[in-house]
């Protein structure tokens, strides 16, 4: 397995940090924490990274935005070696 599909095959967490664009994408990233994960019309506390590309999960991030997955991204940390 490569590090970018172990990367994806991870799952989204409340209280993980992602890069989030405001204006549906269009405005500067910036950092924003995860407060709360609706999937399917249900409130859960982690979700599979391959459901978020699919409309059916909407975010909620500590500044009171909600989104879908098309205006964040994940953080991936560089590793020292």
Known sequence: MTKTE???S???KIGDTV???GTF???V???AKIVSILSKGRE???TAWRTINKRRVII???SGHTTFANN???IIEKQRY
């Open 72 to 74: 964040f991204s994940r």
């Open 29 to 31: 990233p910036k950092d």
């Open 10 to 12: 991870e799952r989204l």
């Open 60 to 62: 909620t991030f500590d």
């Open 6 to 8: 172990k990367a994806y």
């Open 44 to 46: 859960v506390t982690t």
């Open 19 to 21: 890069k989030w664009c």
């Open 25 to 27: 994408g269009k405005d």
